[in-house]
């Protein structure tokens, strides 16, 4: 049984850095990649970014480009969302997930979801 848990959400101020933690348990973690969706308050859930079980392969979705970037630590299994220069449209639950590939992942196929972290970020 897979299980992703996330922490690292907060609340902060616009122009602010945050930087989410998942941590995975229950199977190998380096097989399969691993990303990060998120649910802005009254919207739908959306792909923010991914990376492959290597760590080489990355994608990151336009809108937080040049602002995020997704990593990993295999022996820790762990992966990260570093956010710089947070703006108030990044408010948003943040969800650790995992799937096949990045392709996959950018693709909303999700094989396993964490409960989510809350990121508020204030004007």
């Known amino acids: 049984q897979v299980q992703l848990v996330e922490s690292g959400g907060g609340l902060v101020q616009a122009g602010d850095s945050l930087r989410l933690s998942c941590t995975a348990s229950g199977r190998p973690f380096s097989s399969y990649a691993m990303g990060w969706f998120r649910q802005p308050p009254g919207k739908e859930r959306e792909f923010v970014a991914a990376?492959?079980?290597?760590?080489?392969?990355?994608s990151v979705t336009d809108s937080v480009k040049g602002r995020f970037t997704i990593s990993r630590d295999i022996a820790k299994k762990t992966v990260f969302l570093q956010m710089n220069s947070l703006e108030p449209e990044d408010t948003a639950r943040y969800y650790c997930?995992?799937?096949?590939?990045?392709?996959?992942?950018?693709?909303?196929?999700?094989?396993?979801w964490g409960q989510g972290t809350q990121v508020t970020v204030s004007s």
């Open positions: 990376i492959s079980w290597s760590g080489i392969n990355t």
């Open positions: 997930t995992e799937g096949k590939n990045v392709a996959a992942l950018t693709r909303n196929e999700v094989a396993h």
